[in-house]
C-alpha cells in the first residue's frame, strides 16, 4: 500500500517535468502512468483541466490522450494497447476505465457531460470508436462495448463477431447499471431505465428500458437535477 502510494506521489511530480506530457493550467494529483519511452511518440495533453485519482498505462506508439476546456478525469483510468489511438475528454466529468486495443481507434467524450463512477468502456479493432455526445449523463456501473473481446469464427475460420463503433447522442441519460452493446447508436436526448441492455439503435427523444432495451414512450426529455414532484 505505501508503494503504491508513492508510485502516485512520484509520478504526480515527474510528469511536470515529462516531455511527453503537454500541461497547460493543469491541476494533476496522484496520478500514476506508464507510457513508454519518448521515442514512442505518446502524448498526454492537459490543458485548463484536472487530472487526478488516475492511472493512465500505454503499450504502442503514436497515441494520444487530450484532456481540454475545464474536463475532470478522476478516479478512474485508461488503458491503451496499440499505435494510433486517441482519447479525448473534452470539458465532461468523467469517473471512466477505459481498455482500448488496436490500431487507430478513438474515444471522444462531449461538453457538458457527467460521467459517475465505475462506468467502463472497452473498444478494440481498427478504426473503431466511442462518441459520447454533449450534455450527457451516466450513472454508475454504466458499460459500453464497442467489441466482443473474443473472437468468434465458423468452422472455415471466418470471422463472425467484428468490433463496432457506439454512438451516443447529445443529452442522453442511462441509468445505473446499463449496458451499450457494440454497433449501437442511442438518438438524442433519450433515457434508458436502469439495468437495461441495449443491443438495438434508439432513436431521439424517447424512453427505452429492459433486457434487450426496447422504447416503451416516444416524444420525451429530461431534466438535469432532482425532480420535486
Known amino acids: 500500500m505505501v508503494r503504491k502510494y508513492f508510485h502516485y506521489l512520484t509520478d504526480t511530480i515527474t510528469c511536470r517535468f515529462n516531455r511527453q506530457?503537454?500541461?497547460?493550467?493543469?491541476?494533476?494529483?496522484?496520478?500514476?502512468?506508464?507510457?513508454g519511452d519518448p521515442q514512442?511518440?505518446?502524448?498526454?495533453?492537459?490543458?485548463?483541466?484536472?487530472?487526478?485519482?488516475?492511472?493512465?498505462?500505454?503499450?504502442?506508439?503514436?497515441?494520444?490522450?487530450?484532456?481540454?476546456?475545464?474536463?475532470?478525469?478522476?478516479?478512474?483510468?485508461?488503458?491503451?494497447?496499440?499505435?494510433?489511438?486517441?482519447?479525448?475528454?473534452?470539458?465532461?466529468?468523467?469517473?471512466?476505465?477505459v481498455f482500448m486495443k488496436g490500431n487507430g481507434c478513438k474515444i471522444t467524450v462531449g461538453r457538458g457531460s457527467l460521467i459517475d463512477e465505475s462506468t467502463s468502456i472497452v473498444l478494440m479493432g481498427q478504426g473503431n470508436r466511442v462518441e459520447i455526445g454533449e450534455e450527457c449523463m451516466f450513472a454508475e456501473k454504466v458499460e459500453i462495448w464497442a467489441s466482443d473481446t473474443h473472437l468468434i469464427t465458423d468452422l472455415q475460420g471466418n470471422p463472425l463477431n467484428p468490433s463496432k463503433p457506439v454512438v451516443i447522442g447529445k443529452h442522453v441519460w442511462l441509468g445505473k447499471g446499463v449496458n451499450v452493446m457494440k454497433g449501437v447508436t442511442i438518438g438524442e436526448h433519450t433515457t434508458v431505465g436502469?439495468?437495461?441492455i441495449v443491443t438495438k439503435d434508439l432513436p431521439p427523444h424517447c424512453i427505452a428500458a429492459g433486457s434487450p432495451a426496447k422504447v416503451v414512450r416516444t416524444g420525451t426529455d429530461w431534466h438535469l437535477g432532482h425532480t420535486n414532484i
Open 194 to 196: 436502469l439495468g437495461s
Open 21 to 35: 506530457f503537454s500541461l497547460k493550467k493543469a491541476n494533476m494529483k496522484w496520478i500514476a502512468y506508464n507510457i
Open 40 to 97: 514512442d511518440n505518446n502524448c498526454i495533453k492537459v490543458e485548463n483541466s484536472t487530472v487526478t485519482h488516475t492511472s493512465i498505462n500505454i503499450t504502442g506508439k503514436n497515441n494520444r490522450i487530450i484532456v481540454r476546456n475545464g474536463a475532470k478525469m478522476f478516479f478512474g483510468g485508461i488503458k491503451i494497447i496499440g499505435n494510433d489511438n486517441e482519447v479525448v475528454y473534452d470539458g465532461c466529468k468523467a469517473m471512466i476505465n
